[in-house]
């Protein structure tokens, strides 16, 4: 009896190669791997893109993106929930040797992390239930959440765990200052970054 020829098993796709996949079928979507999850999000209205602009002019003309820290859109952040879990936040400020800290697939340790901001599109959920716990296990010390469906900014400090335990809700009419942790005295303005009802 002659052995059988033994073939090595359809190799099944990790997730990162999913999301990889995924994103290279639908160009211009945000895709990230929460909580072991592929979620997905479609491009961004002009609205999303206003209220971001909005929420980095304060942050530059602080200083900023300097010597000490760099304002960027759209930076991976790596997070210690899973083997394969990243998000990519609308807007972060980092500290300034970020690159030094490149993790995997173009996300970055969140020990860089400062703050990170992000402005809800027609898929909140991620934004409000999803990435809080997730940000919070990463450490990062400030996660600022642009509500546009319920016309409120939510500023998320002191991460415990998988927890923020300080939760400050501002509204129309209103300005509040972030913490200095960040690296600098920065107040904002929740009309400014509340361009529109979605």
């Given at each position: 009896m002659s052995a059988a020829a033994v073939e090595?098993?359809?190799?099944?796709?990790?997730?990162?190669?999913?999301?990889?996949?995924?994103a290279q079928r639908l160009v211009g979507h945000r895709v990230e791997i929460l909580g072991g999850q592929i979620t997905v999000t479609p491009p961004p209205d002009g609205?999303?893109?206003?209220?971001?602009?909005?929420?980095?002019?304060?942050?530059l003309?602080?200083?900023l993106h300097g010597r000490a820290t760099r304002v960027i859109q759209g930076i991976g952040l790596w997070l210690p929930d899973g083997p394969?879990?990243?998000?990519i936040p609308d807007l972060s400020i980092v500290d300034a040797d970020y690159a030094d800290h490149l993790m995997e697939r173009n996300c970055y340790d969140p020990a860089v992390f400062?703050?990170?901001?992000?402005v809800t599109s027609s898929n909140d959920r991620a934004d409000l239930k999803a990435?809080?716990?997730?940000?919070?296990?990463?450490?990062?010390?400030?996660?600022?959440i642009v509500d546009r469906r319920n016309r409120r900014v939510m500023v998320l400090t002191e991460p415990q765990g998988r927890?923020?335990?300080?939760?400050?809700?501002h509204h129309p009419g209103q300005s509040f200052t972030l913490p200095g942790s960040i690296g600098a005295t920065v107040t904002l303005v929740v009309d400014d970054l509340l361009i529109s009802k979605v």
């Open positions: 090595e098993p359809f190799g099944q796709m990790t997730l990162l190669e999913e999301a990889e996949l995924v609205q999303h893109g206003e209220a971001l602009t909005n929420a980095s002019v304060p942050f003309a602080a200083g394969s879990d990243y998000a400062r703050l990170v901001v992000e990435k809080p716990p997730l940000y919070a296990g990463a450490g990062v010390p400030v996660y600022v927890e923020y335990r300080v939760h400050a809700v």
